[in-house]
């Protein structure tokens, strides 16, 4: 395998965002669902939206412009897993981004959900549950896909994606090491 340079993708901001919204999905997804629960729901929920306001200004791999799945990227990078070649992203995969993106829209309907079952409006009403039960359970496969395919991905490219979000460096496949 050939030595390429590391390089600093995900800054600390990013990997803390995920990190903090991930204990906190694990938390509410297995813990009591009770004050602590709407709280970190809404602490996730700011996560998310700072998160995605650091996707206009954060640094150059935590860009939207980095990143974002078109419809061109998502066709490319499918055809290149088809091929079992999979294309090399210094920055999140097409699938990737899309399941970020997808994940933070679970997460913010969460609580959305969550906040319109409180409302004296809604009381006595079954579908706020129903929805947020629903939307609960969404966040739960996607987060089995999301993990299962960070493993899957770390193994098949030989780059570990997962510490890759600890310590915020991946490879380079655009310059190699120096010798």
Same mark, same amino acid.
């Given at each position: 395998? &050939?030595?390429?340079?590391?390089?600093?993708?995900?800054?600390a *901001?990013?990997?803390? &965002?995920?990190?903090?919204?991930?204990?906190?999905?694990l *938390?509410?997804?297995?813990? +009591? &669902?009770?004050?602590t629960?709407?709280?970190?729901? %809404?602490?996730?929920?700011?996560?998310?939206?700072?998160?995605?306001?650091?996707g206009?200004?954060?640094?150059?791999?935590?860009?939207?412009?980095?990143?974002? +799945?078109?419809?061109?990227?998502?066709?490319d %990078?499918?055809?290149?897993?088809?091929?079992?070649? +999979?294309?090399?992203?210094?920055?999140h995969?097409?699938?990737?981004?899309?399941?970020?993106?997808?994940? *933070?829209?679970?997460?913010l309907?969460?609580?959305?959900?969550?906040?319109?079952?409180?409302?004296?409006?809604? *009381?006595?009403?079954?579908? +706020?549950?129903?929805?947020?039960?629903w939307?609960?359970?969404?966040?739960e496969v996607?987060?089995?896909?999301?993990?299962?395919?960070?493993?899957?991905?770390?193994v098949?490219?030989?780059?570990?994606?997962?510490?890759?979000?600890?310590?915020?460096?991946?490879?380079?496949?655009?310059?190699?090491?120096?010798?």
């Open positions: 395998m &050939t030595d390429f340079a590391r390089v600093k993708v995900w800054d *901001w990013v990997r803390l &965002t995920h990190w903090a919204v991930s204990g906190i999905v *938390w509410n997804l297995f813990g +009591p &669902t009770d004050s629960h709407r709280l970190l729901g %809404y602490v996730a929920a700011a996560l998310v939206v700072a998160r995605i306001l650091w206009f200004i954060g640094s150059r791999h935590a860009r939207f412009s980095a990143w974002w +799945p078109t419809r061109s990227h998502l066709s %990078y499918l055809k290149s897993l088809a091929n079992g070649k +999979p294309m090399h992203h210094v920055s995969n097409p699938l990737g981004g899309l399941m970020a993106l997808f994940l *933070w829209f679970l997460i309907a969460l609580a959305v959900s969550g906040w319109i079952m409180r409302l004296d409006a809604f *009381w006595g009403e079954d579908w +706020p549950q129903e929805v947020h039960t939307l609960s359970i969404a966040v996607c987060v089995c896909v999301h993990v299962a395919a960070a493993v899957l991905m770390s098949w490219t030989r780059e570990n994606l997962i510490r890759a979000m600890v310590t915020g460096h991946k490879r380079d496949a655009e310059n190699k090491k120096a010798s």
